[in-house]
């Protein structure tokens, strides 16, 4: 309603009745403008609620179906593979304990030390989930993660619902849709990316609410749920905005909605409100990301306009047919350097079949308008980026907003079964299937071997049985569906039961097939993960280190985060800008983590390094079979927790101080290979600040410095 007038149906619908209009059949279902609205009101004899009840369950005991048996395989936990073993587990764990404690300002176990807020926001502090953990103890943590995952599938099942059933006659229709969307590709593939679903969950709230607003004006609503997802995440909230940018002025454009100025202005004070209440996290964390330099990557020249690396183009139309590649192993594209770029988009047993139902139809229709525009956005690098404030590292994390409305086409078309051309759709979705499995498949190539001998085999993929799988699968999934619509006829419930059984079906078979492809990538679950890093560290027994840091040698990432000790060792993407420019100076890669290897020894001295752990059932020695250590002035002191510990017998405790200087230019003019030992000689100084300071401190000359690991020793 608008202004006391009753809002005007969609044109569109009137255009295309049995495909896109939206016609309200039950008298719980009131028709608006383009849409039906739902109360909650008895329907065919049940309640409303009872459809909200049976897409949360859905989505629950669907997901418990193929993490119970990985839970049980692994004592009770949910371990993966790769980012999801050694950040989120970790993160959890020691954010858990850092807010319980209240020890929330400074994380010092965070790399060399960083803002608990800045550095954290992105992955889990402005999670709903994450809270539901502080009640339980510490040790309980770990042994959530699996549960919190299930309950994420629940609750995206559950809001994906919310904001479907506004667009289909039937209650059911919704769930079939909100299945889709919950167990999307993008979701699949996101479990390696714990912390991705808390977006999947909260944005189809964030439309529904939009939605409310034009359709009803409903106040508040939208500002609450403005305030929620930017909270939750700043980072895919970044990219909802433009989501809603181009879904608010497509349909405008196309007539569903109009509004007049009053409202317009009244909407868009909610969602500034929404984004000023969400500043408690906002602020510092926009703080700390700023003094990030991977966010300085802007769009230039042709790679704005064109991908880079040319195989790109076939793994982001491939991600729309075949369930996803584990990720950092694709396999369909193995060059097209998207490794961690969250590129998944498939829906279960429909694939493309139902979107292509309903971009065939000849009839406007603003979902048509705007999946075509989003399908063009997926192949223009600048236009990708938009969704992440244009920053052209590339990514498609976005692609879950897009799966939502590949969701709802789908099962537009399903509710128009006996009028749409579904054959046709699955003809195509076949043949754009094989078009891509078998050239891919089946494609001869040269290769040489080490010993120089060259072959010739078939397939560009990487890893042909795992191909393979996939392409059964997309394919399986297509047999299904023919199968299932053999039965379209006995009554839309019974057909649309089995549709829910189908996607069951699939998902549980994709699902398990890639959490066990993950699991073959790390072998250390059960060796090293549960044993030794779970435990806390409880088996390490020490003096006093309250005062230093500790080293691990060719280990796992962020193993010292599981034992919440200090490191120079992290893997992690989010730390002060100070940490990112002070690495680089000492020839040290500081990317998403740091990991400075042996040949800077000065800096376990500058960093306060006590003690070092080198896993004994893993990994390179830090002791030759001469008894030389990788690292001068490091001793054996003892085996415990399943590794063999170092000390530093030149151990710097923190809190030292420095006698001499000398200026930034004279440091840059220093080698860069021996600038970790300079740094234990002199305070290095500004230029400007010399002046200023340098009276308080002896000017020190750098022609005079030995780098050799006696002088080591000495300093």
Known sequence: MQGGKKQKRHRLDKTCPKLYGIIAQNKSVKPTGGGAVTRLENLQGGGELRYYRKALLSGLILSLLFFLPFILFDNGYFLFYGDYNVQQV?????CHDAVRSGNWGWSPTTDLGANFIGSYTFYLLGSPFFWLTIPFPSWMVPHLMGPLLILKFGCATL??????????????????????????????????????????????LLLWSLDEYMYHRRRVVFAVMVFVCCTVNYYFFAGQVVFLLLYWIIRMLSGSWDISLRDFLLMLCEAIIGVLCSAVLLVPTVLAVVQNPRVNDPPQGWNALLYDYNQRYIHILECFFFPPDIPARPNFTPNSEAQWASLGAWLPLFS???????????????????????????????????FQLFNMTYYARWFYMLTL?????????????????????VYWTLGITLGIALPIGLMPKTVESAAGDKSLVFGLEDYPTRFWSYVAIALLSLALLVILFQY???????????????????????????????????????NWIIPYSLNAGKDIRLP???????????????????????????????????????YPTIGVQRDVGSRPDTTVYGLRGLTS????????????????????????????????????????????????????????????????????????KALVLEDDDAAKYGGLLQHLDTNSFQYTESAYFGD
């Open 609 to 680: 390094c006590r003690w070092l752990f080198d896993p004994v059932s893993s990994g390179k020695d830090f002791q030759d079979s001469s008894g030389a250590t990788m690292m001068p002035g490091w001793s054996y002191y003892a085996t415990q927790n399943g590794c063999d510990i170092y000390r530093n017998d030149y151990f710097i405790p923190m809190g030292f101080s420095y006698d001499g200087y000398i200026t930034r230019s004279e440091y840059n003019a220093v080698p860069e290979s021996d600038r970790h030992l300079a740094l234990l």
């Open 90 to 94: 970790p993160f959890y764990q020691m």
């Open 544 to 582: 006093d280190d309250g005062n230093s840091r500790i080293d691990v040698y060719d280990g796992m990432d962020n193993q010292a985060m599981f034992w919440q000790k200090p490191s120079v060792q992290a893997f992690h993407s989010i730390v002060p800008g100070s940490v990112m420019e002070f």
């Open 405 to 425: 409305m590949m969701s709802l086409a789908t099962v537009a078309s399903l509710q128009s079964a006996p009028t749409a051309d579904w054959r046709r759709a």
């Open 488 to 526: 379209r006829k006995t009554g839309r419930a019974k057909f649309l039961h089995r549709c829910m059984s189908g996607i069951a079906l699939v998902t549980v078979i994709y699902a398990a097939f890639f959490i066990a492809l993950g699991k073959t990538q790390s072998d250390d679950t059960h």
């Open 159 to 204: 809001t994906s619902y919310i904001w479907l059933r506004r667009y289909v006659r039937h209650p059911d229709y919704a769930i079939v849709g909100a299945l889709l969307y919950a167990f999307s590709g993008f979701s699949i593939y996101n479990i390696f990316f714990n912390h991705f679903h808390e977006a999947i969950v909260f944005f189809p």
């Open 352 to 386: 493309m079949s139902g979107v292509l139902v309903f971009l065939q139809n000849r009839g406007k229709h603003w979902l048509k308008t705007l999946l075509c525009t989003l399908f063009f956005m997926t192949m223009v690098p600048v236009l990708n980026a938009a």
